[in-house]
C-alpha cells in the first residue's frame, strides 16, 4: 500500500517562503517519477515540476523557473518544493504524484499512480 503525505503548507505574505514535503511510504521503489501540482477552485490541476527517479534530472512550469525547485531525499521516498518570493497567484492546493511509466507535467489521473491529499498554500499580499 502506497501512500503520499504532503506537509509544510500555510500562510505567508507575498514575497515569502516555503517549503513543502512529500514522505511516501509503502512500494517506493516502483517509482519513475514524482511531481508537485496545485489547484485553484474552479480551475484545473497544474503541473508544477517533477524529479526523475534514478537520473534525478527536473522539470519545472515555464512560469515558476527561477522561483521553486524541486528535490528528492537520496533515498527516494521524500519529495521536496522549496518555494521562494511567493505571490499571491501561488495560493493554491499543492498535491504530489508519483508515476510507474510516466514523467511530464500533464495533471492527467490515468498518468499518475498515486496522489497525495494535499496541502493548502496562501499567499496574502
Known amino acids: 500500500q502506497v501512500q503520499l503525505v504532503e506537509s509544510g503548507g500555510g500562510s505567508v505574505q507575498a514575497g515569502g517562503s516555503l517549503r513543502l514535503s512529500c514522505q511516501a511510504s509503502?512500494?517506493?521503489?516502483?517509482?519513475?517519477?514524482m511531481a508537485w501540482f496545485r489547484q485553484v477552485p474552479g480551475k484545473e490541476r497544474e503541473g508544477v515540476a517533477n524529479?526523475?527517479?534514478?537520473?534525478?534530472?527536473?522539470v519545472y512550469h515555464d512560469s515558476l523557473k527561477g522561483r521553486f525547485t524541486v528535490s528528492r531525499d537520496n533515498a527516494g521516498n521524500t519529495l521536496y518544493l522549496q518555494m521562494n518570493s511567493l505571490e499571491p497567484e501561488d495560493s493554491a492546493i499543492y498535491y504530489c504524484?508519483?508515476?510507474?511509466?510516466?514523467?511530464?507535467?500533464?495533471?492527467?489521473?490515468?498518468?499518475?499512480?498515486?496522489w497525495g491529499q494535499g496541502t493548502q498554500v496562501t499567499v496574502s499580499s
Open positions: 504524484a508519483a508515476s510507474g511509466t510516466y514523467c511530464g507535467l500533464s495533471s492527467a489521473r490515468s498518468l499518475w499512480k498515486y
Open positions: 509503502g512500494v517506493t521503489h516502483s517509482f519513475y517519477c
Open positions: 524529479v526523475k527517479h534514478g537520473v534525478g534530472t527536473t
